[in-house]
């Protein structure tokens, strides 16, 4: 009945029903009078209000039509983050569609074990559920990121399980920062993507040492790619066009593409140099220096001073070590106190050498040859090693040579008859460049 009350005060969609109910209306008229009247004469000095007699009149109100009946035709939709320890049924609770019945369908239906495989915590998961709280659809994005997602969908004989393509869009965006402590700190402040950093460091590894070169007051900006699907970002494209101001140096790259296959390029100075190097300063993408270069120094273990012929960068077991340039796998097992070491040989009379690793790339044995980047093994503490770290030597012709300080050699610039190309390719980026430099840089922890 309080429904129907509603209905005809909010909306009053018969004439016949306000004629029959004028007099409840007159009555509510004359209440909210009385009630100005009081409060006018309260304002008056010395008025004195009359005594109006008031009664109650209770009318019961019958509903013109039978009210509709629920129907299950209509959907809602939900969305709720994976928690840490969650499970499926915990899950659907939060989403208002916990229910045994449903439960027990959805591990009955083929493919349902992939459901259970997607429970990781911040994924966000999208449900669908009809009126009646019964769940007719679920979304969960697919481990590993991209636009594919496992889709869940009610049926006469279960649930259908399968991995769909989502649409998706690709937006530009610019942003600039300071650096205050350290890149991620920074990137962290304006909301740049890990993913974004890390190509960032990747781009000007070679004309900078993000371990030891970033300092207070280091400018960058940045113009990238964001993947999204119904106006969400679900991952990051490539870095279009980039500036790093270190100290009194300035740096730009920008990304020039094949003419042929856009996902074949690299990152080209304005002037058409590039700065792909045939070397990585690091075999890891970031990680501390803890021990450099040196002719002397006091070895933890042996408690003895010696040359270091290297650079240790100190990381946590399993932290994927790459090669730093492309060659020829030219050992790889346990050798004295660097325990297990995979040694590379490349050309041009250079070689480099990883030490104290926990274990190897799998597959990985002699003779293989390795693209630059390409994961060969992981770090460790094996041998004559004090803690979990990496140790690195970078060698010409047999000779050791400081990898943090030597001239890297380089990959070689445009032709005469790529520049137009380049030129017209890279406008828009490098005046995107321009434009955030004449923004005030965001100051970032």
């Known amino acids: 009945m309080m429904q129907g009350k509603r209905r005809i005060l909010a909306y009053l969609p018969d004439p016949t029903v306000m004629l029959s109910h004028r007099r409840w209306a007159v009555g509510v008229v004359g209440i909210t009078a009385l009630i100005g009247m009081v409060t ?54 939060r989403l208002g569609a916990g229910d045994d ?23 966000t998961v999208i449900a669908q559920r009809d009126r009646a709280g019964h769940l007719q659809s679920l979304t969960f994005p697919l481990n590993g990121g991209g ?42 402040a304006v909301g740049i993507p890990d993913a974004i950093a ?22 960058f900006s940045v113009v990238y ?66 021990s450099g270069f040196s002719s002397a120094r006091f070895h933890p273990v042996l408690q003895q001073w010696r040359a270091h012929k290297g650079v240790d960068y ?7 070590v790459r090669a730093t340039a492309a060659g020829m796998v030219d050992f790889v097992g346990v050798q004295g106190g660097y325990g297990k070491v995979v040694i590379l040989r490349h050309q041009g009379h250079y070689s480099t050498l990883y030490g104290h690793l926990s274990r190897f790339a799998s597959g990985l044995k ?33 000779i050791h040579q400081n990898p943090l300080t030597v001239a890297l050699p380089e990959t070689p610039p445009l032709t005469t008859r790529q520049f137009p190309q380049f030129h017209q390719a890279t406008a828009t980026e490098l005046a995107r460049l321009g434009m955030l430099r004449d923004f005030r840089f965001v100051s970032a922890e």
């Open 225 to 290: 790619e964001s993947i999204r699907t119904d106006g969400k970002p679900i991952r990051t494209g490539r870095i279009l066009a980039a500036e790093f101001t270190n100290g009194n140096h300035r740096y730009q790259a920008l990304w020039f593409g094949n003419s042929e296959d856009q996902d074949k390029g690299g990152y080209y100075t304005p002037e058409g140099e590039s700065l792909r190097k045939a070397f990585l300063r690091s075999p890891l993408e970031f990680s501390r220096v803890t």
């Open 366 to 398: 002699k003779g293989d040859h390795v693209s630059q980047g390409e994961l060969i093994a992981f770090t460790g503490a094996s041998g004559l090693a004090s803690g979990p770290h990496l140790h690195y030597e970078f060698r010409m012709d047999g």
């Open 40 to 93: 006018a004469f309260g304002t008056v000095s010395g008025g004195v209000p009359k005594k109006v007699e008031q009664r109650d009149v209770v009318e019961e109100l019958s509903l013109t039509a039978n009210p509709a009946p629920i129907t299950t035709t209509e959907s809602y939709i939900q969305e709720d983050r994976i928690r840490v320890g969650d499970t499926v049924a915990s899950l659907l609770d």
């Open 314 to 320: 100190g990381a946590a077991i399993g932290t994927r």
């Open 198 to 219: 890390i190509q960032l460091a990747d781009i000007f590894g070679g004309e900078i040492d993000f371990h030891r070169d970033l300092r207070k007051g280091d400018r």
């Open 101 to 123: 019945a449903t439960i027990e369908r959805l591990r009955g239906s083929p493919g349902a074990e992939a459901i259970f495989r997607q429970m990781s915590p911040g994924k």
């Open 147 to 188: 636009n594919q997602v496992l889709s869940i969908k009610q049926s006469d004989t279960g649930f259908q399980v399968r991995t769909t393509t989502l649409p998706t869009e690709t937006q530009v965006v610019m942003k600039s920062a300071e650096i205050r402590y350290s890149l991620f700190g920074a990137t962290d």
